[in-house]
Antibody, heavy 121, light 107 residues
């Protein structure tokens, strides 16, 4: 499985960021997966943003929940991230990742290459 | 939210050293603890899942241990390519959290 990210590298303050992650070698629907987004501000640790499960349920970071949505697009075999009302604090490298889940294991084993997003007018 | 605290940060070491990084959870997370390695400008790489299971393809000098709230990542005989930042992550809660990272740097 490979994940290919697409989306803008520059977003204006107050605008919406939209990123997509295309899945090759697997399907976003079906299987024991959560399709996830993680971000990393410059010089800072990884921050989990949220996920959408193969069945369509979602979970979001409480600190971002009011501004974030993650969707799956089965025909295109993609999943996407929208972040509303972007500010400078949202400047980060955004990663998509596949998260395997079963009764005993839960981990992100495949990652996209990352998209550097800068918020600036 | 479950808080994850790593120590030390940073960790200074030499090639050949045995190094141990600690991760402590703010509450019991059973063994839902993963370790990732990240090099500058690269995506993280999964090393250990379920606290102690080695991800396929990861060399056996990496090992993980622990359960409940206290966990460790050990690197036996540190190699030049192991100088990187290491993150723990809990997946016990639907709201996942990472530790702040431990940079393993050249002593």
């Amino acid at each position: 499985v490979q994940l290919q990210q697409s989306g803008p590298g520059l977003v204006k303050p107050s605008e919406t960021l939209s990123l997509a992650c295309s899945v090759s070698g697997g399907r976003v629907s079906g299987g024991n997966y959560y399709w996830s987004w993680i971000r990393q501000p410059p010089g800072k640790p990884l921050e989990w943003v949220g996920y959408i499960s193969s069945s369509g349920s979602t979970s979001y970071n409480p600190s971002l929940k009011s501004r974030v949505s993650i969707s799956a697009h089965t025909p295109e075999n993609q999943f996407s991230l929208n972040v509303n009302f972007m500010t400078a604090a949202d400047t980060a490298v955004y990663y998509c990742a596949r998260n395997w889940v079963d009764e005993t294991s839960d981990y992100m084993d495949v990652w996209g290459e990352g998209t550097k997003v800068t918020v600036s007018s | 939210d479950i808080q994850m605290t790593q120590s030390p940060s940073p960790l200074s070491a030499s090639v050949g050293d045995r190094v141990t990084i600690t991760c402590r959870a703010s509450q019991n997370i059973n063994n839902y603890l993963n370790w990732y390695q990240q090099k500058p400008g690269k995506a993280p790489k999964l090393l250990i899942y379920g606290a102690s299971s080695l991800q396929r393809g990861v060399l056996s000098r990496f090992s993980g241990n622990g359960s409940g709230t206290d966990f460790t990542l050990t690197i036996d005989s540190l190699q030049p390519e192991d100088f990187a930042t290491y993150y723990c992550q809990q997946t016990y809660s639907a709201s996942r959290t990472f530790g702040q990272g431990t940079e393993v740097e050249v002593k």
